[in-house]
T-cell receptor, first 114, second 111 residues
Framework: DVKVTQSSRYLVKRTGEKVFLECVQDMDHENMFWYRQDPGLGLRLIYFSYDVKMKEKGDIPEGYSVSREKKERFSLILESASTNQTSMYLC?????????????FGQGTRLTVV | DQQVKQNSPSLSVQEGRISILNCDYTNSMFDYFLWYKKYPAEGPTFLISISSIKDKNEDGRFTVFLNKSAKHLSLHIVPSQPGDSAVYFCAASANAGKSTFGDGTTLTVKP
């Protein structure tokens, strides 16, 4: 059974703080993704990674960076948190690039920036 | 430019009846389509998918229909159950790449 685990369910951070959101998957998936979900805007892709140390920008990368040092772990970094980054953050993984396959999501992290 | 659209933010149906959720797309390169279900405070879970070489895929109570000429797909749930109440996201991908998601439709099934 695939498991994608996000380190926190809820986070409250102050404006200007550097924030780390961690995600770990246990099924040896090649692809990992970070999305944010906002009311009326659906899921928007922030960054994704097809392999260790590889990353590509998604649709809304501004204000974010990522790190993938190990295959199972994908971190999202908010360099200087702002109130407009208050959102639900969802990590996902999927098997291999080049295959049509579904994504498996973590439980989400509700981040509030005050 | 939103490439995947779910024009109905919400849908309410009676238990036992059919639920039909709709999704439109604009990118003709999309060749794989998925539906996910999301409960509050949980991540989305995969429900059903369809390749562009098919026009229908069925899995139990769930059927997805694809109309490529209209760039439209729909998810049918028959019969609807209260446990189906959730947000449903349509997603599409091209050449086995990353998925683009719609805004979601909140389905409420009334007992």
């Amino acid at each position: 059974d695939v498991k994608v685990t996000q380190s926190s369910r809820y986070l409250v951070k102050r404006t200007g703080e550097k924030v780390f959101l961690e995600c770990v998957q246990d099924m040896d998936h090649e692809n990992m993704f970070w999305y944010r979900q906002d009311p009326g805007l659906g899921l928007r892709l922030i960054y994704f990674s097809y392999d260790v140390k590889m990353k590509e920008k998604g649709d809304i990368p501004e204000g974010y960076s990522v790190s993938r040092e190990k295959k199972e772990r994908f971190s999202l970094i908010l360099e200087s948190a702002s109130t407009n980054q208050t959102s639900m953050y969802l990590c996902a993984s999927s098997r291999v690039q080049g295959m049509n396959t579904e994504a498996f999501f973590g439980q989400g992290t509700r981040l509030t920036v005050v | 430019d939103q490439q995947v659209k779910q024009n109905s933010p919400s849908l309410s149906v009676q238990e036992g009846r059919i639920s039909i959720l709709n999704c439109d797309y604009t990118n003709s390169m999309f060749d794989y389509f998925l539906w996910y279900k999301k409960y509050p405070a949980e991540g989305p879970t995969f429900l059903i998918s369809i390749s562009s070489i098919k026009d229908k895929n069925e899995d139990g109570r769930f059927t997805v229909f694809l109309n490529k000429s209209a760039k439209h797909l729909s998810l049918h749930i028959v019969p609807s159950q209260p446990g189906d109440s959730a947000v449903y996201f349509c997603a599409a991908s091209a050449n086995a790449g990353k998925s683009t998601f719609g805004d979601g439709t909140t389905l409420t099934v009334k007992p």
